[in-house]
Nanobody, 122 residues
Framework: QVQLVESGGGLVQAGGSLRLSCKASGRSRGIGWFRQAPGKEREFVAS????????YYGDSVKGRFTVSRDNAKNTVYLQMNSLKPEDTAVYHCAAKMTYSGSYYRDGNYNYWGQGTQVTVSS
C-alpha cells in the first residue's frame, strides 16, 4: 500500500496561486490529481508519471496548472496559477499502480490521499 499525504490547500483570492504537495510513501506508475466540488462529480485535474515525466491535464486547467515531481522526496506538486472561483473543490492525489489504463480515469488509481480543501474567493 502507498500512503499519500497532501498539503498546501487553503483560501486564496481569484487570480492567485497555490501549490499543493503530495508526499508518497512509495513509488507508483504515476500520481494523479482529482478534485470534487459540492454537487459535482469527481474531475480529473492532472497527472504525472514516475518513469518518463509524462504529464496529463484536464481541459479546465490547461495553461494554468502545472504538475511536477521531486524523485528524491517522492513528492508530486500541483502548481495552480490564475485560480478561479470554479476551481474551488476538495483536491485529492492518487497513486496509479498499474502501467496500463488511462491516467484520466479515477478508476485506474489504487490509493488516495485524504484530500485538501482549496477555496478561491471572488
Amino acid at each position: 500500500q502507498v500512503q499519500l499525504v497532501e498539503s498546501g490547500g487553503g483560501l486564496v483570492q481569484a487570480g492567485g496561486s497555490l501549490r499543493l504537495s503530495c508526499k508518497a510513501s512509495g513509488r507508483s506508475r504515476g500520481i494523479g490529481w482529482f478534485r470534487q466540488a459540492p454537487g459535482k462529480e469527481r474531475e480529473f485535474v492532472a497527472s504525472i508519471t514516475w518513469s518518463d515525466i509524462s504529464t496529463y491535464y484536464g481541459d479546465s486547467v490547461k495553461g494554468r496548472f502545472t504538475v511536477s515531481r521531486d524523485n528524491a522526496k517522492n513528492t508530486v506538486y500541483l502548481q495552480m496559477n490564475s485560480l478561479k472561483p470554479e476551481d474551488t473543490a476538495v483536491y485529492h492525489c492518487a497513486a496509479k499502480m498499474t502501467y496500463s489504463g488511462s491516467y484520466y480515469r479515477d478508476g485506474n488509481y489504487n490509493y488516495w490521499g485524504q484530500g485538501t480543501q482549496v477555496t478561491v474567493s471572488s
